[in-house]
T-cell receptor
Framework: GDSVTQMEGPVTLSEEAFLTINCTYT??????LFWYVQYPGEGLQLLLK?????DKGSNKGFEATYRKETTSFHLEKGSVQVSDSAVYFC??????????FGKGTSLLVTP | NAGVTQTPKFQVLKTGQSMTLQCAQD?????MSWYRQDPGMGLRLIHY???????DQGEVPNGYNVSRSTTEDFPLRLLSAAPSQTSVYFC????????????FGSGTRLTVV
């Protein structure tokens, strides 16, 4: 079945450091891929998405490129801020409508 | 727009009690779903609905019931709460279509003692 694998956290970075959170997926069809962010005590918010191979999703300085050949959708940001501290979830939708989530990666950015 | 509204935000139940978690959306989304979030487990799908009168089971449906009598509302019922149901519950909705992201509610933190 479909599945999403994320790098385990927590990830701790200093402010202005470069961020990469790895995400790989297994799917039988041609899924749409998503990154969600969850700030402490809140629900999940859609951060970015990509619906076909080689698409790049971007938002708030974050980027991720849909790589079909490596079945990956890694999240990157060039310079993180303290306010980026949150839990990040990679997810996919293949057949049907249900989002299939990875287990999440906690990010802590220190001043 | 209010988006997705979940009530209550916090709840403590005794084992064996029943309750209903409420979820309402005002975006005319066809698709609604319930997830539970547990440490180290990510989010797991409990039940979902693709329209009024249509519901189906997700990955972890046991112990939960749902119904969808209107487009706006999708309540989750716990008939006899168990400590294993201690979790944070999220309701999410979207338009039908594979490329649409979900809009999430702010969650209900449930503790069963």
């Amino acid at each position: 079945g479909d599945s999403v694998t994320q790098m385990e956290g927590p990830v701790t970075l200093s402010e202005e450091a470069f961020l990469t959170i790895n995400c790989t997926y297994t799917a039988t069809g041609y899924p749409s891929l998503f990154w969600y962010v969850q700030y402490p005590g809140e629900g999940l918010q859609l951060l970015l998405k990509a619906t076909k191979a080689d698409d790049k999703g971007s938002n708030k300085g974050f980027e991720a490129t849909y790589r079909k050949e490596t079945t990956s959708f890694h999240l990157e940001k060039g310079s993180v801020q303290v306010s980026d501290s949150a839990v990040y979830f990679c997810a996919l939708v293949d057949s049907g409508y249900a989002l299939n989530f990875g287990k999440g990666t906690s990010l802590l950015v220190t001043p | 727009n209010a988006g997705v509204t979940q009530t209550p935000k916090f709840q403590v139940l005794k084992t064996g009690q029943s309750m209903t978690l409420q979820c309402a959306q005002d975006m005319n989304h066809e698709y609604m779903s319930w997830y539970r979030q547990d440490p180290g487990m990510g989010l797991r799908l409990i039940h979902y609905s693709v329209g009024a009168g249509i519901t189906d089971q997700g990955e972890v449906p046991n112990g939960y019931n749902v119904s969808r009598s209107t487009t706006e509302d999708f309540p989750l019922r716990l008939l006899s709460a168990a400590p294993s149901q201690t979790s944070v519950y999220f309701c999410a909705s979207s338009y039908l279509g594979q490329s649409n992201g979900y809009t999430f509610g702010s969650g209900t933190r449930l503790t069963v003692v």
